[in-house]
């Protein structure tokens, strides 16, 4: 089956390149099925591995960096390459880099995957935000530690949110727990759910990005359950990737 992703160019940022990736079969084949690339999943191994090494032939990436995901906020710089059979080691949510040829990839299924830029196309970072990532405004504090590693200015940046739970699937039995009234302007109390990418565009706008440098891929993966993996749909569910690179 032929790799699946949707390809993105920011505007002006010629060699900079971003891709998301989709599900390449039918979701009723099986919850990992479709190309899963997480090694922490029971997935069968050796398929998960050929599912990697599949993403990264068809993105023309020789080296791909990717973090143990922990729902935090923690950012790594010039993260190391890590080999298609192999896990990471660093545990973390956000990562940046100067290197060319280095695809980030930050893996998610249902959570929020972020890119950003340089317009200069010299730095790119990748943050994984889940909802514990909005709580403690990662967006906002990735922003900030990576303009501050590369001296740059966040006016200056970039960012593209990729496909992820959408407004009206997002729902918090629990808001006054989680989330409380800081978040309320967020939250619809009839249906009970959580607009996570409007929240997610504040901060990053809070931050200092300008409004019109910020994009979206406005597709629910739970909704979009045959294209994307989705944890709210399936909880045995694989993982999509979601990669920014320089090119060389």
């Known amino acids: 089956m032929p790799v699946s992703f949707i390809p993105f160019v920011f505007p002006g940022v010629d060699n900079v390149r971003c891709a998301f990736q989709t599900r390449w079969q039918a979701a009723g084949d099986g919850p990992y099925a479709g190309g899963n690339i997480s090694l922490a999943t029971a997935d069968d191994r050796q398929s998960v591995i050929g599912n990697r090494r599949e993403l990264r032939a068809a993105l023309g990436l020789r080296r791909m960096a990717e973090l143990n995901q922990v729902h935090g906020d923690a950012m790594i710089f010039e993260p190391e390459a890590v080999e298609p059979d192999a896990v990471p ?20 299924a249902d959570c929020q995957p972020i890119l950003l830029a340089h317009r200069s196309g010299r730095f790119v970072a990748g943050i994984h935000a889940g909802w514990r990532g909005n709580r403690c405004d990662f967006p906002g504090s990735g922003v900030r530690r990576f ?32 989330w409380g009234d800081a978040f309320r302007p967020w939250f619809d109390a009839g249906s009970r759910t959580m607009d996570l990418w409007g929240l ?4 990053l706008e809070q931050a200092g990005l300008l409004p019109r440098n910020i994009y979206g891929i406005d597709l629910c993966t739970a909704s979009c359950n045959r ?10 569910s694989g993982r999509q ?5 320089r090119l060389d």
Not at 200 to 203: G, P
Not at 241 to 245: D, E, L, P
């Open 241 to 245: 990737a979601s990669v920014i690179w």
């Open 147 to 178: 303009c501050e590693h590369y001296g740059v200015e966040p006016r200056e940046l970039l960012a593209v949110r990729g496909p992820s739970l959408g407004p009206a699937r997002a729902e918090f039995i629990n808001f006054e727990s989680e």
């Open 89 to 108: 080691r660093c545990d973390a949510d956000g990562m940046a880099t100067a290197q060319a040829g280095l695809g980030l990839a930050i893996k998610t």
């Open 200 to 203: 997610t565009r504040w901060q």
């Open 227 to 236: 294209q994307f993996f989705s944890y709210r749909c399936v909880k045995a």
